[in-house]
């Protein structure tokens, strides 16, 4: 996960929202939002799928069934 | 024959059949919420991350004041009767009430537990503010500025929406995953209206007799009726909506979809989404200005407050995929929220794996 645009104290933020929500995973902070930019990142939630060749597959998808579905075509390609 | 006589090439006259975003204005951090006074041609807002409302000038587009509220303002209303404006705490637990002309603060109310939402009964003279944390609707004189009782609601109850013409209150439970109708007048609930999942706000159109409920994490706003609180539909519309405004004719709603940086236009006699505009970064709410029909947006991520032209018209054409689908992922190198090391993309090299790009508001 990649927290962005948090305006103040971005890794306090950040900490208190994974404590909240139990975010077990890597967390890293966009401070500046600079990598969300080079990427067209306008929002969020949004979620980039990238395949092993580091090809991104798609971008958004952030309700369950989009997620769930993009997620399972990404795992079925070789 | 000068060149000031000759006829021009083209069309004599052109019309411009698109909308324009005229203007993205610098307002402060995290702005959450607008609200237009067309009579003093002002627009304030809520900037959750400066703990401040600004006021703007719509014309020029620059701020007027810069009112210090409590911490973390979401929403804003105004009160034309007594030109109060009314924000939301929630990180104070408190709503602060400013002098409208001025900016100068005139009180602040405890409230209870993280208000977020904040509705507006103008006959009733009352403020409601929905509070997350404890799931209570408190309710507030507007002209004596004091708490005047409590409706209970459920977990999540930030958004609040007041259907004036029937003195009904609405609440989206956001944890709950519900909402919940309570009496305007005599603060009791009245029972629940069902809504999808992640209900985050709610709006009401009492001329058209129907309550708009966005759901983030579907990303669809239901119409429910207020006359008997049948959902009558689902319109989908774009990622995480999450604010909305209905125009004074009822004929369209603008949906603000944070997700997207976009702003969803909807025909609500046709029940379908028309076209999208583009604004700034993770856009909270949206108003319209009665006197241009110019739209106006607050872009949480940006900092800023859009001014779009016309937005009842469509624009330029949007991609069908986002750019970057099929092209190599650029390399990124962050610190770990835990630790502090810095992380880069290569340690992702030939694995599967998805970015969810999120903020804490």
């Known amino acids: 996960?990649?927290?962005?645009?948090?305006?103040?104290?971005?890794?306090?933020?950040?900490?208190?929202?994974?404590?909240?929500?139990?975010?077990?995973?890597?967390?890293?902070?966009?401070?500046?939002?600079?990598?969300?930019?080079?990427?067209?990142?306008?929002?969020?939630?949004?979620?980039?799928l990238v395949d092993g060749r580091g090809i991104v597959r798609a971008v958004g998808g952030t309700t369950p069934d989009e997620l769930h579905a993009a997620v399972r075509e990404l795992l079925a390609d070789d | 024959m000068d060149h000031h006589d000759r006829p021009e090439q083209g069309p004599a006259c052109s019309v411009d059949l698109s909308h324009r975003v005229r203007r993205h204005c610098p307002v402060g951090r995290g702005p959450e919420a607008v609200v237009v006074d067309p009579g003093r041609r002002r627009a304030y807002v809520a900037c959750s991350r400066s703990d401040a409302v600004v006021a703007l000038d719509l014309d020029r587009g620059v701020a007027v004041w810069t009112a210090p509220v409590g911490r973390e303002p979401i929403p804003v209303i105004l009160d034309l009767p007594?030109?109060?404006?009314?924000?939301?705490?929630?990180?104070?637990?408190t709503v602060t009430v400013l002098d409208a002309d001025?900016?100068?603060?005139?009180?602040?109310?405890?409230?209870?537990?993280?208000?977020?939402?904040?509705?507006?009964?103008?006959?009733?003279?009352?403020?409601?503010?929905?509070?997350?944390?404890?799931?209570?609707?408190?309710?507030?004189?507007?002209?004596?500025?004091?708490?005047?009782?409590?409706?209970?609601?459920?977990?999540?109850?930030?958004?609040?929406?007041?259907?004036?013409?029937?003195?009904?209150?609405?609440?989206?439970?956001f944890m709950a995953g519900s909402g919940?109708?309570?009496?305007?007048?005599?603060?009791?609930?009245?029972?629940?209206?069902?809504?999808?999942?992640?209900?985050?706000?709610?709006?009401?159109?009492?001329?058209?007799?129907?309550?708009?409920?966005?759901?983030?994490?579907h990303g669809t706003i239901g119409r429910v009726s207020l006359e008997d609180g049948t959902v009558l539909d689902e319109l989908p519309v774009e990622r995480?909506?999450?604010?909305?405004?209905?125009?004074?004719?009822?004929?369209?709603?603008?949906?603000?979809n944070r997700g997207a940086g976009t702003v969803s236009v909807l025909d609500t006699r046709a029940g379908r989404e028309t076209h999208r505009i583009t604004v700034g970064n993770a856009p909270g709410d949206c108003a319209l200005d009665p006197a241009t029909g110019t739209l106006l947006v607050s872009n949480a991520g940006s900092g800023t407050v859009s001014f779009v032209d016309r937005p009842w018209l469509p624009g330029p054409a949007q991609p069908a995929v986002h750019p970057l689908v099929g092209r190599s992922l650029p390399g990124f190198a962050l610190p770990d929220l835990r630790g502090g090391r810095i992380r880069t993309s290569r340690e992702w090299a030939e694995k599967k794996y998805v970015i969810n790009f999120f903020a804490s508001w």
């Open chain 2, 102 to 173: 001025t900016g100068s603060r005139l009180t602040q109310i405890p409230v209870g537990a993280y208000p977020a939402g904040l509705g507006h009964h103008p006959g009733l003279r009352r403020v409601y503010a929905g509070n997350p944390a404890d799931g209570t609707v408190p309710a507030i004189a507007a002209d004596r500025l004091v708490v005047v009782g409590t409706v209970p609601a459920e977990l999540g109850a930030g958004s609040i929406a007041v259907d004036t013409r029937r003195d009904r209150g609405y609440s989206a439970n």
């Open chain 2, 240 to 256: 995480a909506p999450v604010g909305m405004c209905v125009d004074p004719s009822g004929g369209r709603l603008y949906v603000c």
């Open chain 1, 1 to 48: 996960m990649i927290n962005v645009w948090e305006n103040t104290d971005p890794r306090q933020e950040a900490e208190n929202f994974a404590a909240v929500w139990g975010l077990g995973g890597t967390v890293l902070l966009d401070r500046t939002g600079e990598y969300a930019a080079r990427l067209g990142i306008r929002g969020v939630p949004t979620n980039v």
């Open chain 2, 82 to 93: 007594t030109r109060r404006l009314f924000t939301a705490d929630a990180r104070s637990d």
């Open chain 2, 180 to 217: 919940t109708v309570f009496d305007a007048d005599a603060l009791t609930p009245l029972g629940t209206v069902a809504v999808r999942e992640g209900p985050c706000k709610v709006v009401p159109d009492p001329a058209a007799g129907l309550l708009y409920g966005a759901s983030s994490l």
